[in-house]
Structures are given as C-alpha cells and as structure tokens.
C-alpha cells in the first residue's frame, strides 16, 4: 500500500476545524498549479475534499479525491460537491493513464509507504504537460518541537520502554535534491522544490488540534507499534507532549508552531 490511513476515520468529522496546518495551503497550492477553467483534477489523499470543494469554483474540470481513510471519504461525499467523485483507497487505487491535467496532494506524502511505486502511478495519471503539486512536511525535524517532545517521551521512565517499540510510518526526505529525484522516478520534470519552515503563532490547544490533526495518527495508532499500547501510554504521550508545548508558550500562551515543509512542482513532458 502507498498511503497509511491509520486512524484518520476517528477524526473525520472534526478534521476540518482542527487541520490548521493543512488548510493553510490550499490557496499555494492552487497558485502553483497554473489551472484552467476546464483542468481535469485528481486530488491524492483529499481526506474531506475543502481542496476539491474550493477547485470546483475555478474548474468545470472532471474532479477525483481518493482517500485511504472511509470516514474521511464519507465526510466529503457528504459535502456534495457538484461533479466530484471520490474513492476510498491509496494511491494503489488510482489505475489510469493521462486522464488528469493536474494532480494534487495536500500534506499526504509523507504517508506514502512505497514512495517510488506512488509517484510512477502519479507521473502516469497526467496528461502531457499535467502537472504534479504538492506540499507536505519534510525533512527528519519535520516539527522541532514535537520532535523534542518525542525525545523527552523517550526519556520517560513509564513511556520511554514502551516507546522503543515505536515504528516511523513517515515517508520524508532531508533535501530538495532528494525530493527533485523522487520526482524524476515518476519521469516528471522538476519545475520547483523549496524546503522551506512555516510558522503558526498559535494557542498550546491549536498546537494540540494540530498534533491530533496528522501527527497523532503517525505517533498513537496502534499499527505503529510492534506490542499492544493502551489508552494510559496514549495519554501519558500526550501530557507530556502538552508539557513540552506549555515550555515553550509565552506568557500570554502562546507559540510559534514551526513545521519544514517542502513544495513541489513537477511536469510530465513528451518523451519523459
């Protein structure tokens, strides 16, 4: 499979007030895909379809979400969006051949299991000349301060054992070179690729909306562990990352959420 899905069901119906992260790229992402009023439009990892529901407003265009996570797929279908067509399933779902002028995908690389296999399938999903645009977080340090948090859980003499039997689900590269060719594996021309950190001035509770919202499902999920976890790690888990969060607030509470994050712009050209 080239998504994991993990959990994502469980906050499906909640996603689109907590995914601040997310949601904040919808707009670059348009802008960097140069659309047409008529541009056909696969979207990868669509989780609740907000990026297809703001494209149908610009493109009569053909639009397809696919989305490993059913409650995720359910929340968008019941969003109605005129024309839209969605599919439960990873990229592995997606069997065609030039059917698209532009493929998206909003923060859902870095849940690609078999990176090579996922952009080959995207490559062959445009048209001549379609674009591939994406954005996602990047680099080993995606997020420093739950990074820190991860370290201080591996610290902990009550989550630290259980800890060590953690598996990173995480597809992330550390250079714009690296991400440049995973691109040319798909055969797509490396048009940009900026590696970049983005900042969110937010409250601990954003913070911990933001951790729910993606990062939870990559540290709490219990596929992501090779012995059972309970909800008392799960909890620890995220008491001490609240803690870490509240270390580093103001005093009017508040912090600077940094996320590296990379963005990509990659073109299927003839006899490529």
């Known amino acids: ?51 297809l529901e703001k494209l149908r407003g610009i493109t009569s265009g053909r639009l397809t979400g696919v989305d490993p996570s059913p409650g995720m797929i359910d929340v968008a279908r019941g969003k ?9 399933g990873s990229v592995d779902a997606v069997v065609c051949e030039e059917e698209f002028n532009v493929v998206f995908s909003n923060s859902s690389l870095q849940w690609f299991t078999d990176p090579d296999t996922a952009i ?5 999903a445009l048209r001549i000349d379609g674009t591939f645009v994406a954005q996602a977080p990047a680099t080993s340090a995606y997020c420093p301060v739950f990074i820190a948090a991860t370290e201080r ?10 800890f060590t039997r953690y598996k990173n689900p995480w597809f992330f590269l550390e250079t714009e070179e690296m991400y ?4 040319e594996r798909g055969a797509l021309i490396t048009e940009m690729v900026r590696i ?4 969110h001035r937010v ?16 540290y709490l999920a219990d596929a992501r562990y090779d012995t059972p976890i309970d909800d008392s790690y799960k909890a620890r888990f995220r008491a001490i990352l609240r803690s870490v969060l509240s270390g580093v607030a103001n005093t009017e509470g508040l912090l600077d959420l ?8 990659g073109r299927r050209c003839v006899g490529v």
């Open 180 to 183: 440049g060719a995973w691109l």
């Open 1 to 51: 499979m080239t998504n994991a899905s993990g959990d994502f069901s469980t906050v499906g119906s909640r996603y689109d007030t907590i995914s601040l992260v997310q949601a904040d790229h919808h707009q670059t992402l348009i802008d960097l895909a140069d659309l047409k009023h008529d541009s056909d439009i696969l979207d990868i990892g669509c989780g609740t379809g907000a990026l």
């Open 80 to 88: 109605n969006i005129e024309g839209a067509s969605f599919i439960n």
């Open 258 to 265: 940094s996320f590296n994050r990379v963005f990509l712009v």
């Open 196 to 199: 970049v950190s983005v900042k």
């Open 120 to 124: 080959k399938k995207i490559g062959t």
């Open 153 to 162: 859980i591996a610290q902990d003499e009550v989550a630290g054992p259980i």
């Open 203 to 218: 409250t601990i509770e954003k913070a911990m909306d933001v951790f729910e919202s993606g990062a939870a499902i990559g």
